[in-house]
């Protein structure tokens, strides 16, 4: 019974001990990298603006009635427009203004800076993927949805970062 409690304990704790060096290798090596959470940025009490959003989806909340079905039925609804837009949302940091461009492929968001831009984030749509390109002076996002693209397009080289959204 003692040679068997022994050899349990003997090999919990090489286990323990290899399990720990293993978490403390991958750590090590993958500290920094795509892995690491993102990071926010800051948002104040004083930089807050009152422009209107639009309310986000929920599969969980449901539209209270407010017509009957009657007149629902017989007023005309607008069709979904196909191009896509582009809705600012000023928010300034220490290193720009901050920008988010709404397309019908995703989502990219800037920093924009007096003479450079960096990439916030990029985020596709349900169905579209997305590919990213940096140099030195420009930023291109592009969704890519069968053989819809949506690019995204920032550039600074010789004046302010400019971003232009087109679809092709």
Do not use: N
Request: hydrophobic share 35%; with cysteine.
């Amino acid at each position: 019974m003692r040679r068997g409690l022994v050899h349990v304990l003997a090999w919990s704790l090489a286990t323990g001990a290899a399990v720990t060096l293993s978490w403390w290798g991958v750590h090590t090596v993958m500290a920094g990298t795509a892995y690491d959470p993102p990071r926010a940025l800051p948002i104040t009490v004083a930089e807050q603006t009152t422009q209107e959003s639009k309310p986000l989806a929920s599969s969980t909340a449901r539209p209270t009635p407010s017509k009957s079905r009657a007149a629902r039925q017989s007023s005309p609804t607008p069709a979904p427009s196909k191009t896509p837009t582009k809705s600012p949302s000023p928010s300034p940091t220490a290193s720009g203004e901050v920008k988010s461009y709404d397309t019908e492929g995703g989502r990219a968001v800037f920093s924009l800076g007096k003479d450079s831009a960096t990439l916030v984030s990029a985020t596709p749509a349900a169905g579209w993927s997305m590919q990213v390109w940096k140099t030195e002076t420009w930023i291109r996002v592009e969704f890519a949805s069968g053989a819809d693209r949506v690019s995204v397009f920032c550039t600074w080289h010789d004046s302010a970062p400019r971003v232009e959204v087109g679809t092709y």
